[in-house]
């Protein structure tokens, strides 16, 4: 608040908010598209459980590990600039990810899309902030700015449904892959969006508030590389197992460097993160329920994703109409958020809102996955109720788990203490469908183990070719049959195994290939029940949690409501 802006007087005050409102609507459609494809993914790249896991966090991990620095570059070298660097950014991961072959290469392009996304949010509000000075109006265009946000959560599943279903050009027999896959042209989209804003931007009125800034650099890289270092352990252990050395060794690695981070940030004088914050306890307490509380609701949209596309095979536009009812109410229901928020102690509309979401979880963990409509799988229609619940406590949440954030501090650490929470807020969005996917796939496993010995013996396999197959997990029958197939016929070959004796073993398996996926398809349905019931407790704690927060810290004051305003919609980043 206290910081000397500088706006230059050339550029256009209509191009810089045209610019501004656009490119958060990019920036959150690019951002919602990973959550809303998710089960499309797997089906094709025949990606494995961690695999898909890197591509639904990957985009987030690029949000959040430098999120705390594009605001102060922005300031120090000019918004303007790095709106077009996020912009450009976004163009080349969007045209990667339309053009993606393989699982490697989606992975890729998402990382850079994320880092384009990081530099968008918190640039196109700061270049409107700073040129509306005064609170009242600046909070006025913040909830304008908030409005396009949601706006781009609800136009992404929608766009990722409808090129889905109009723009996919069949392979040219049964079973053979897409000529062209129709969700490639969302992204393609997004890079024609993007390009527009380059040329708005250029419109734009430029502003900095350079005065006493500089980058925290130790402390920017030790977080990165530490997050960073954690994903990659996590990931690794959906398949390799978390007593694997190598997810150790990331664990201890990525442990060190957060520790280092929080030593240098004790000790440097302009930290990323001011620690003092947290010697608050209604402030700590509501740093926990932001990781806890987005880590339930991103793990029930990645949960849904691949359990109604990936493991139930309903079409796409059917996922993007589950993420309408996600996502829309955060767009609808912005007045009433922002009448309760200044209304009501935010701290209940808080409790409320996770008290919903814990709802939404253990309804949905009550639902039978893994099985297609047609097979008698649970109608993707039921999940619209629960999901509806799921997005009203979003609503609720997203906003204002940062009012009270900043209703529990001094004045002069408004600011810090919004950054803050933004940041352990996005952690959360990116810890739901990692740690979700790392425990659906993991009691996946467990649960299939058995069965798959059973229908492997009884179907005449010996018991090397058993053993051989036990260790593949449920997704790779189900998404990438050719490729364990193939193999394993060429393990067995390269083993001394007579031709005739594996093509009668690759019979044999393809006899049994469709009770191997049915049971696939449960096994990991009872690991995304987990993932649900795992939400629901989530949420229900983090519900809990906000009733020891001080009920006077967290009541606005007249003198701050145009601060709350500000802030708790700076928090408005949703997945």
């Known amino acids: 608040m206290s910081q000397t802006i500088s706006v230059a007087s050339r550029g256009s005050v209509r191009a810089t908010f045209v610019a501004a409102y656009s490119a958060v609507t990019l920036a959150q459609i690019t951002n919602a598209l990973p959550g809303a494809l998710s089960g499309t993914f797997a089906v094709e790249f025949h ?51 339309a053009m993606a072959p393989s699982t490697g290469v989606m992975i890729v392009a998402q990382a850079i899309g994320g880092i384009g996304a990081g530099i968008l949010f918190p640039i196109s509000l ?69 390009v527009v804003v380059l040329l708005i931007a250029v419109r734009a009125k430029d502003s900095a508030a350079a005065e ?89 949209c990645f949960s849904t994703s691949v359990a109604v596309s990936g493991l139930a095979l309903a079409e796409t536009w059917k996922v993007g109409v589950l993420f309408v009812f996600i996502q829309g109410p955060a767009f609808a229901f912005i007045p009433v958020v922002g009448w309760l928020i200044h209304h009501v102690a935010p701290r209940w509309v808080l409790t409320a809102g996770f008290a919903f979401m814990a709802v939404s979880g253990f309804w949905l963990s009550t639902f039978t996955l893994g099985t297609p409509e047609t097979f008698g799988g649970t109608p993707w229609t039921a999940f619209i109720p629960p999901l509806l619940v799921l997005g009203i406590g979003f609503a609720l949440t997203v ?58 013996g009884a179907a005449g396999l010996p018991a090397d070719a058993v053993a051989g197959l036990a260790h593949v997990p449920p997704l790779g029958f189900l998404s990438g049959w050719d490729g364990v197939v193939a193999q394993f016929s060429g393990q067995a070959a390269a083993g001394g195994a007579p031709a005739q004796a594996v093509d009668g073993m690759v019979k044999a398996l393809t006899v049994a290939k469709p009770h191997i996926q049915g049971v696939a398809g449960t096994s990991l349905g009872q690991g995304f029940q987990t993932v649900y019931l795992s939400a629901g407790i989530a949420a229900t704690l983090s519900a809990v949690l906000t009733l020891f927060i001080s009920a006077r810290s967290s009541a606005p004051t007249a003198d701050t409501v145009a601060e709350t305003t500000e802030a708790s919609t700076e928090a408005a980043v949703i997945d």
């Open 47 to 97: 990606t494995s459980g961690a695999g898909l896991t890197w591509i639904a966090g990957m985009f987030l991990m690029g949000i959040v590990v430098f999120e705390l620095s594009w605001g102060l570059l922005g300031d120090m070298f000019g918004r303007r600039k790095l709106l077009y660097v996020g912009a450009a950014v976004n163009i080349i991961g969007s045209v990667m990810a």
């Open 126 to 194: 700061s270049m409107i902030a700073a040129i509306t000075p005064d609170h009242r109006a600046r909070a006025k265009v913040i909830a304008t700015w908030a409005g396009f946000l949601s706006l781009g959560a609800v136009i992404s599943p929608m766009l990722a449904g409808f090129t889905a279903q109009f723009f996919t050009v069949p392979g040219g027999g049964p079973g053979a892959p897409n000529a062209f896959s129709g969700w490639r042209a969302a992204y393609l989209i997004a890079a024609a969006v993007a």
């Open 212 to 300: 006493g800034r500089k980058v925290d650099m130790p402390g920017q890289l030790t977080l990165a590389v530490g997050l960073i270092a954690v994903l990659y352990a996590t990931v690794t252990a959906v398949d390799a197992g978390f007593g694997s050395a190598q997810v150790i060794a990331s664990y201890i690695a990525g442990g060190v460097l957060l520790f280092a981070f929080v030593v240098i940030e004790s000790r440097t004088a302009e930290p990323l993160i001011h620690l003092s914050l947290f010697k608050n306890s209604s402030y700590s307490i509501t740093g926990i329920v932001a990781v806890t509380g987005m880590f339930a609701f991103l793990a029930i």
């Open 399 to 456: 906003g204002s788990v940062t009012a009270v954030a900043i209703n529990t501090v001094p004045a002069q650490q408004i600011g810090m203490a919004s950054a803050t929470t933004n940041l352990l807020r996005d952690l959360g969005f990116a810890l739901g469908p990692v740690i979700g996917s790392a425990i659906a796939f993991a009691i996946g496993a467990t649960v299939f183990a058995g069965p798959l010995a059973g229908i492997l």
